[in-house]
Protein backbone atom coordinates (compact mmCIF):
# COMPACT_ATOMS: atom_id res chain seq x y z
CA UNK A 1 0.00 0.00 0.00
CA UNK A 2 1.44 3.29 -0.79
CA UNK A 3 0.88 7.03 0.89
CA UNK A 4 1.14 9.94 -0.44
CA UNK A 5 1.07 13.56 1.13
CA UNK A 6 0.22 16.89 -0.31
CA UNK A 7 0.78 20.72 0.43
CA UNK A 8 -2.16 20.90 2.40
CA UNK A 9 -1.31 17.83 4.84
CA UNK A 10 -3.62 15.78 3.23
CA UNK A 11 -2.85 11.94 3.04
CA UNK A 12 -4.94 9.17 0.87
CA UNK A 13 -3.24 5.44 0.64
CA UNK A 14 -4.39 3.42 -2.12
CA UNK A 15 -4.29 -0.36 -2.91
CA UNK A 16 -3.09 -1.92 -6.43
CA UNK A 17 -0.43 -0.65 -8.97
CA UNK A 18 -1.00 3.11 -9.26
CA UNK A 19 -1.65 6.33 -6.44
CA UNK A 20 -3.71 9.04 -7.29
CA UNK A 21 -2.63 12.84 -5.79
CA UNK A 22 -5.32 15.32 -5.67
CA UNK A 23 -4.69 19.07 -6.05
CA UNK A 24 -6.75 21.54 -4.01
CA UNK A 25 -8.05 25.02 -4.69
CA UNK A 26 -8.77 27.48 -1.78
CA UNK A 27 -6.53 25.42 0.68
CA UNK A 28 -9.45 23.09 1.55
CA UNK A 29 -9.10 19.30 1.02
CA UNK A 30 -12.41 19.24 -0.38
CA UNK A 31 -11.67 20.99 -3.80
CA UNK A 32 -10.37 18.56 -5.50
CA UNK A 33 -9.56 19.58 -9.45
CA UNK A 34 -7.43 17.11 -10.96
CA UNK A 35 -6.09 13.38 -10.31
CA UNK A 36 -2.66 13.11 -11.26
CA UNK A 37 -1.41 9.36 -12.03
CA UNK A 38 1.68 7.88 -11.18
CA UNK A 39 1.36 5.41 -13.46
CA UNK A 40 0.01 4.32 -16.63
CA UNK A 41 -4.38 4.60 -16.19
CA UNK A 42 -4.56 0.32 -15.14
CA UNK A 43 -7.63 0.14 -13.86
CA UNK A 44 -11.33 1.77 -14.25
CA UNK A 45 -12.68 0.94 -10.91
CA UNK A 46 -16.09 2.13 -11.55
CA UNK A 47 -18.21 2.64 -8.22
CA UNK A 48 -16.01 0.22 -6.08
CA UNK A 49 -14.47 1.77 -3.63
CA UNK A 50 -10.94 1.59 -4.46
CA UNK A 51 -8.53 3.73 -1.92
CA UNK A 52 -8.07 3.60 1.46
CA UNK A 53 -8.38 7.64 3.52
CA UNK A 54 -6.05 7.91 6.01
CA UNK A 55 -6.10 11.27 7.12
CA UNK A 56 -7.75 14.53 6.04
CA UNK A 57 -6.82 18.08 7.17
CA UNK A 58 -9.45 20.49 7.08
CA UNK A 59 -10.65 23.40 8.97
CA UNK A 60 -13.95 24.25 7.33
CA UNK A 61 -15.31 21.16 7.22
CA UNK A 62 -14.37 19.21 10.12
CA UNK A 63 -17.17 16.53 9.33
CA UNK A 64 -14.53 14.77 6.65
CA UNK A 65 -13.02 13.55 8.99
CA UNK A 66 -15.39 10.86 10.00
CA UNK A 67 -13.95 9.45 6.42
CA UNK A 68 -11.08 8.86 8.01
CA UNK A 69 -10.24 5.09 7.95
CA UNK A 70 -12.59 3.85 5.56
CA UNK A 71 -12.23 3.01 1.88
CA UNK A 72 -13.79 5.30 -0.60
CA UNK A 73 -14.73 6.07 -4.22
CA UNK A 74 -12.49 8.67 -5.82
CA UNK A 75 -15.33 10.03 -7.35
CA UNK A 76 -17.63 10.09 -5.16
CA UNK A 77 -14.67 12.12 -2.92
CA UNK A 78 -14.74 14.26 -5.80
CA UNK A 79 -18.20 14.95 -6.51
CA UNK A 80 -18.74 16.04 -2.86
CA UNK A 81 -15.85 18.13 -2.71
CA UNK A 82 -17.58 20.10 -5.58
CA UNK A 83 -20.93 20.22 -4.10
CA UNK A 84 -19.42 21.53 -0.41
CA UNK A 85 -17.26 24.27 -1.99
CA UNK A 86 -21.05 25.98 -2.86
CA UNK A 87 -21.69 25.62 0.58
CA UNK A 88 -22.22 29.02 2.93
CA UNK A 89 -20.75 29.14 5.63
CA UNK A 90 -24.03 28.64 7.55
CA UNK A 91 -24.90 25.52 5.39
CA UNK A 92 -21.46 24.14 6.06
CA UNK A 93 -22.44 24.45 9.86
CA UNK A 94 -25.60 22.81 8.73
CA UNK A 95 -23.73 19.76 6.75
CA UNK A 96 -20.87 19.44 10.24
CA UNK A 97 -23.86 19.00 12.36
CA UNK A 98 -26.11 16.62 10.27
CA UNK A 99 -23.62 14.12 10.03
CA UNK A 100 -22.47 13.96 13.62
CA UNK A 101 -26.55 13.75 14.46
CA UNK A 102 -26.89 11.16 11.71
CA UNK A 103 -23.91 9.39 12.56
CA UNK A 104 -22.54 9.15 9.31
CA UNK A 105 -19.47 8.00 7.84
CA UNK A 106 -19.45 6.89 4.62
CA UNK A 107 -18.62 9.09 1.22
CA UNK A 108 -22.05 7.77 -0.36
CA UNK A 109 -24.12 8.23 2.57
CA UNK A 110 -22.82 12.17 2.82
CA UNK A 111 -23.67 12.75 -0.64
CA UNK A 112 -27.24 11.78 0.40
CA UNK A 113 -27.10 14.08 3.09
CA UNK A 114 -25.30 17.22 1.23
CA UNK A 115 -29.54 17.23 -1.10
CA UNK A 116 -30.96 17.77 2.49
CA UNK A 117 -28.77 19.18 5.26
CA UNK A 118 -29.64 22.67 4.39
CA UNK A 119 -33.35 21.65 6.08
CA UNK A 120 -31.89 21.16 9.61
CA UNK A 121 -31.70 24.35 11.79
CA UNK A 122 -28.65 24.54 14.19
CA UNK A 123 -28.50 26.94 16.97
CA UNK A 124 -24.60 27.31 18.30
CA UNK A 125 -25.32 30.77 19.95
CA UNK A 126 -28.26 31.25 22.74
CA UNK A 127 -27.55 34.47 23.61
CA UNK A 128 -28.80 35.49 20.45
CA UNK A 129 -32.51 34.19 20.02
CA UNK A 130 -33.20 36.64 17.69
CA UNK A 131 -31.15 36.24 14.87
CA UNK A 132 -31.38 32.14 15.62
CA UNK A 133 -35.56 32.48 15.46
CA UNK A 134 -35.02 34.35 11.66
CA UNK A 135 -32.57 32.06 10.76
CA UNK A 136 -34.86 29.02 11.58
CA UNK A 137 -37.37 30.74 9.89
CA UNK A 138 -35.71 30.87 6.51
CA UNK A 139 -34.54 27.66 7.06
CA UNK A 140 -38.10 26.32 7.11
CA UNK A 141 -39.40 28.57 4.46
CA UNK A 142 -36.38 28.68 2.04
CA UNK A 143 -37.49 32.37 1.64
CA UNK A 144 -39.30 35.15 2.46
CA UNK A 145 -40.21 39.07 2.07
CA UNK A 146 -37.69 41.24 3.40
CA UNK A 147 -40.14 43.33 5.36
CA UNK A 148 -41.80 39.85 6.54
CA UNK A 149 -38.48 38.97 7.93
CA UNK A 150 -38.21 42.68 9.41
CA UNK A 151 -41.70 42.34 11.53
CA UNK A 152 -40.65 38.58 12.99
CA UNK A 153 -40.17 38.24 16.28
CA UNK A 154 -37.20 35.97 16.03
CA UNK A 155 -36.62 35.06 19.54
CA UNK A 156 -40.46 34.32 20.00
CA UNK A 157 -39.99 32.12 17.17
CA UNK A 158 -37.03 30.66 18.30
CA UNK A 159 -38.19 29.54 21.46
CA UNK A 160 -41.26 28.27 20.51
CA UNK A 161 -38.56 25.66 18.20
CA UNK A 162 -36.86 24.83 21.41
CA UNK A 163 -39.62 24.26 23.17
CA UNK A 164 -41.39 22.18 20.22
CA UNK A 165 -39.16 20.22 19.26
CA UNK A 166 -36.31 17.94 21.03
CA UNK A 167 -32.89 19.36 20.00
CA UNK A 168 -29.78 16.92 19.75
CA UNK A 169 -26.71 18.52 21.04
CA UNK A 170 -23.34 18.47 18.78
CA UNK A 171 -19.87 20.11 19.36
CA UNK A 172 -21.40 22.39 16.32
CA UNK A 173 -24.39 23.44 18.30
CA UNK A 174 -28.18 22.10 18.78
CA UNK A 175 -29.30 20.40 15.76
CA UNK A 176 -33.75 20.33 14.87
CA UNK A 177 -34.44 18.69 12.38
CA UNK A 178 -37.63 20.18 11.24
CA UNK A 179 -39.13 16.60 10.45
CA UNK A 180 -36.24 16.27 8.08
CA UNK A 181 -35.82 12.64 6.90
CA UNK A 182 -32.54 11.30 4.99
CA UNK A 183 -33.27 9.69 1.80
CA UNK A 184 -31.24 8.11 -0.72
CA UNK A 185 -30.53 10.61 -3.49
CA UNK A 186 -27.42 8.73 -4.87
CA UNK A 187 -28.16 5.12 -6.41
CA UNK A 188 -24.75 4.67 -5.39
CA UNK A 189 -23.20 4.28 -9.12
CA UNK A 190 -24.61 7.22 -11.16
CA UNK A 191 -23.85 10.16 -9.63
CA UNK A 192 -26.45 13.18 -9.30
CA UNK A 193 -26.22 16.21 -11.07
CA UNK A 194 -23.94 19.15 -9.30
CA UNK A 195 -24.10 22.80 -9.41
CA UNK A 196 -22.14 24.39 -12.28
CA UNK A 197 -18.64 25.32 -11.18
CA UNK A 198 -16.70 28.33 -11.78
CA UNK A 199 -14.53 27.01 -13.77
CA UNK A 200 -16.12 24.96 -15.91
CA UNK A 201 -17.72 26.08 -19.20
CA UNK A 202 -20.03 22.86 -20.74
CA UNK A 203 -22.27 20.58 -18.69
CA UNK A 204 -23.32 17.40 -20.34
CA UNK A 205 -25.32 15.02 -20.22
CA UNK A 206 -23.56 11.97 -21.71
CA UNK A 207 -25.78 8.17 -22.54
CA UNK A 208 -25.49 5.27 -24.43
CA UNK A 209 -26.69 6.13 -27.89
CA UNK A 210 -30.40 4.58 -27.81
CA UNK A 211 -30.27 4.85 -24.18
CA UNK A 212 -33.82 6.28 -22.24
CA UNK A 213 -32.82 4.94 -18.67
CA UNK A 214 -32.46 8.33 -16.60
CA UNK A 215 -30.87 5.65 -13.93
CA UNK A 216 -27.82 5.17 -17.17
CA UNK A 217 -26.34 8.39 -17.57
CA UNK A 218 -24.09 10.61 -16.41
CA UNK A 219 -23.10 14.26 -15.66
CA UNK A 220 -19.83 15.25 -16.79
CA UNK A 221 -18.60 19.73 -16.62
CA UNK A 222 -15.96 20.10 -19.22
CA UNK A 223 -12.71 21.01 -18.82
CA UNK A 224 -12.27 18.34 -16.53
CA UNK A 225 -9.34 15.61 -16.50
CA UNK A 226 -8.71 12.87 -19.21
CA UNK A 227 -9.24 9.77 -16.36
CA UNK A 228 -12.47 11.71 -15.11
CA UNK A 229 -14.43 11.67 -18.85
CA UNK A 230 -13.42 7.94 -18.85
CA UNK A 231 -14.75 7.17 -15.71
CA UNK A 232 -18.24 8.91 -16.26
CA UNK A 233 -18.23 6.82 -20.01
CA UNK A 234 -17.79 3.71 -17.55
CA UNK A 235 -20.10 4.12 -15.41
CA UNK A 236 -22.68 5.06 -17.98
CA UNK A 237 -22.43 1.99 -19.65
CA UNK A 238 -20.56 3.62 -22.86
CA UNK A 239 -18.08 1.29 -24.73
CA UNK A 240 -17.05 4.09 -27.22
CA UNK A 241 -17.24 7.64 -28.30
CA UNK A 242 -18.93 6.45 -31.10
CA UNK A 243 -21.91 5.28 -28.89
CA UNK A 244 -22.66 8.35 -26.98
CA UNK A 245 -25.07 10.73 -27.04
CA UNK A 246 -24.38 14.11 -25.26
CA UNK A 247 -27.47 16.48 -24.14
CA UNK A 248 -26.13 20.33 -23.43
CA UNK A 249 -27.52 20.65 -19.90
CA UNK A 250 -25.78 24.44 -19.40
CA UNK A 251 -22.78 26.25 -21.98
CA UNK A 252 -20.94 29.32 -20.62
CA UNK A 253 -19.29 29.59 -24.26
CA UNK A 254 -21.40 32.78 -26.32
CA UNK A 255 -23.77 31.78 -28.87
CA UNK A 256 -21.20 32.01 -31.81
CA UNK A 257 -19.40 28.90 -30.54
CA UNK A 258 -22.54 26.98 -29.30
CA UNK A 259 -23.94 27.53 -32.86
CA UNK A 260 -20.87 25.95 -34.48
CA UNK A 261 -20.85 22.68 -32.46
CA UNK A 262 -22.63 19.88 -34.03
CA UNK A 263 -22.74 17.89 -30.33
CA UNK A 264 -24.30 15.00 -32.18
CA UNK A 265 -20.80 14.67 -33.91
CA UNK A 266 -18.92 15.94 -31.55
CA UNK A 267 -16.03 13.94 -29.48
CA UNK A 268 -16.52 14.32 -25.94
CA UNK A 269 -12.70 14.87 -25.39
CA UNK A 270 -12.23 16.97 -28.43
CA UNK A 271 -15.58 19.27 -26.72
CA UNK A 272 -12.95 18.90 -23.71
CA UNK A 273 -9.90 20.00 -25.54
CA UNK A 274 -11.64 23.19 -26.67
CA UNK A 275 -12.56 24.20 -22.78
CA UNK A 276 -9.59 23.62 -21.37
CA UNK A 277 -8.19 26.06 -24.35
CA UNK A 278 -10.68 28.59 -23.40
CA UNK A 279 -10.80 27.98 -19.78
CA UNK A 280 -8.07 31.50 -19.08
CA UNK A 281 -9.67 33.27 -21.27
CA UNK A 282 -10.66 36.88 -19.89
CA UNK A 283 -13.67 38.98 -20.86
CA UNK A 284 -11.68 40.87 -23.48
CA UNK A 285 -10.47 37.47 -25.01
CA UNK A 286 -13.83 35.99 -25.26
CA UNK A 287 -15.42 38.93 -26.79
CA UNK A 288 -12.36 38.65 -29.08
CA UNK A 289 -12.41 34.93 -29.70
CA UNK A 290 -16.59 34.98 -30.61
CA UNK A 291 -15.53 38.32 -33.54
CA UNK A 292 -13.00 35.33 -34.95
CA UNK A 293 -15.39 32.75 -35.01
CA UNK A 294 -18.02 35.27 -37.01
CA UNK A 295 -15.40 35.67 -39.48
CA UNK A 296 -13.54 32.30 -39.94
CA UNK A 297 -17.37 30.50 -39.40
CA UNK A 298 -15.61 27.41 -37.61
CA UNK A 299 -17.80 23.76 -38.31
CA UNK A 300 -16.73 21.76 -35.57
CA UNK A 301 -15.13 21.60 -32.02
CA UNK A 302 -11.29 21.26 -33.09
CA UNK A 303 -12.07 24.38 -35.62
CA UNK A 304 -12.55 26.18 -33.03
CA UNK A 305 -10.03 24.93 -30.88
CA UNK A 306 -7.78 26.06 -33.45
CA UNK A 307 -8.77 29.47 -33.82
CA UNK A 308 -8.66 29.71 -30.15
CA UNK A 309 -4.84 28.38 -29.87
CA UNK A 310 -4.03 31.64 -32.74
CA UNK A 311 -5.84 34.02 -31.18
CA UNK A 312 -2.79 36.42 -31.11
CA UNK A 313 -3.13 36.32 -35.24
CA UNK A 314 -6.27 38.32 -35.09
CA UNK A 315 -7.14 42.08 -34.41
CA UNK A 316 -10.03 43.42 -33.03
CA UNK A 317 -12.01 46.43 -32.57
CA UNK A 318 -14.85 46.44 -30.62
CA UNK A 319 -18.16 47.48 -31.36
CA UNK A 320 -17.16 49.02 -34.96
CA UNK A 321 -19.68 48.52 -37.58
CA UNK A 322 -18.67 51.08 -40.24
CA UNK A 323 -15.76 52.34 -42.27
CA UNK A 324 -16.10 55.76 -40.37
CA UNK A 325 -15.80 54.22 -37.26
CA UNK A 326 -12.96 52.03 -37.95
CA UNK A 327 -10.95 54.97 -39.22
CA UNK A 328 -11.87 56.80 -36.37
CA UNK A 329 -10.75 54.08 -33.86
CA UNK A 330 -7.58 53.66 -35.53
CA UNK A 331 -6.70 57.04 -35.56
CA UNK A 332 -7.71 58.26 -31.84
CA UNK A 333 -8.06 55.03 -29.89
CA UNK A 334 -5.37 52.01 -31.63
CA UNK A 335 -1.98 53.49 -30.61
CA UNK A 336 -0.61 53.35 -34.02
CA UNK A 337 -0.81 56.97 -34.66
CA UNK A 338 -0.46 60.07 -32.85
CA UNK A 339 -3.47 61.84 -32.55
CA UNK A 340 -3.86 65.90 -32.57
CA UNK A 341 -7.17 67.03 -31.96
CA UNK A 342 -6.54 70.19 -33.44
CA UNK A 343 -6.09 68.79 -36.83
CA UNK A 344 -9.55 66.54 -36.05
CA UNK A 345 -11.49 68.66 -39.24
CA UNK A 346 -8.64 67.20 -41.60
CA UNK A 347 -9.26 63.86 -41.21
CA UNK A 348 -10.95 61.74 -43.36
CA UNK A 349 -11.88 58.74 -41.01
CA UNK A 350 -14.62 57.33 -44.12
CA UNK A 351 -11.68 56.94 -46.41
CA UNK A 352 -9.04 55.84 -44.01
CA UNK A 353 -11.28 52.85 -42.92
CA UNK A 354 -11.92 51.75 -45.96
CA UNK A 355 -8.04 51.48 -46.88
CA UNK A 356 -8.05 49.18 -43.49
CA UNK A 357 -10.27 47.20 -45.02
CA UNK A 358 -8.99 46.39 -48.61
CA UNK A 359 -5.50 46.31 -46.38
CA UNK A 360 -6.21 44.05 -43.76
CA UNK A 361 -9.27 41.99 -45.75
CA UNK A 362 -11.06 42.95 -42.71
CA UNK A 363 -15.14 42.15 -42.16
CA UNK A 364 -17.39 43.68 -39.72
CA UNK A 365 -19.23 41.09 -37.77
CA UNK A 366 -21.63 41.83 -35.10
CA UNK A 367 -19.43 42.44 -31.97
CA UNK A 368 -17.42 44.98 -34.00
CA UNK A 369 -14.57 44.83 -36.44
CA UNK A 370 -12.21 41.70 -37.01
CA UNK A 371 -9.03 41.00 -39.77
CA UNK A 372 -6.66 37.96 -39.86
CA UNK A 373 -2.78 38.87 -40.43
CA UNK A 374 -1.53 35.17 -40.15
CA UNK A 375 0.71 34.20 -43.31
CA UNK A 376 -1.65 30.10 -43.89
CA UNK A 377 -5.33 30.67 -44.97
CA UNK A 378 -8.03 30.48 -42.51
CA UNK A 379 -8.93 26.75 -43.67
CA UNK A 380 -5.09 25.93 -43.14
CA UNK A 381 -4.85 27.79 -39.64
CA UNK A 382 -7.73 25.79 -38.62
CA UNK A 383 -6.76 22.35 -40.00
CA UNK A 384 -4.24 20.03 -37.06
CA UNK A 385 -1.06 19.94 -37.65
CA UNK A 386 0.61 16.61 -38.24
CA UNK A 387 1.85 15.87 -34.64
CA UNK A 388 -1.44 17.05 -33.22
CA UNK A 389 -3.52 14.92 -35.85
CA UNK A 390 -1.16 11.69 -35.10
CA UNK A 391 -1.91 12.11 -31.44
CA UNK A 392 -5.78 12.46 -31.95
CA UNK A 393 -5.58 9.77 -33.76
CA UNK A 394 -3.87 7.66 -31.29
CA UNK A 395 -6.65 8.61 -28.75
CA UNK A 396 -9.43 7.92 -30.77
CA UNK A 397 -8.14 4.53 -30.99
CA UNK A 398 -8.65 4.67 -27.25
CA UNK A 399 -11.97 6.37 -27.36
CA UNK A 400 -13.11 2.95 -29.49
CA UNK A 401 -11.76 0.99 -27.14
CA UNK A 402 -14.10 -1.52 -25.28
CA UNK A 403 -13.85 -1.22 -21.67
Known amino acids: MSCLVDSDGTTFRFRGDFRLL ?30 FVADIGTADCPALERLIGTMANVDELDWLGKQLESFN ?74 SGQSGYVTRYGVVYDNGMKLEQAYDRKHLPPIWMAANSILELKIRATGEDDPKKQEWVQLPASRIKLERAMLRAGIASCGEMQMLVSDSRFPDEVDCALDFERESLFELNR ?38 DQFDFAPNIHTPEELGKYMIQQSGHYEYDENLEEFYNYGDYGVKRILQDDGVFVDRGYVSYRGTLTLDELM ?13 AKMEGMTW
Open 383 to 395: RDDPAESYQQEQE
Open 89 to 162: RYELLQFNAAVERFGLSAADELIDLSFCAREVTVISDFTDLEKAGKRHYLTVHGACDSKELENLDGKETALALI
Open 274 to 311: LCQMCSNFKEQDLEKFCAVCQMAKPTCAANIRQLAENL
Open 22 to 51: FQTTNNTVYGIEEILLTYEFLAMTGSDKCC
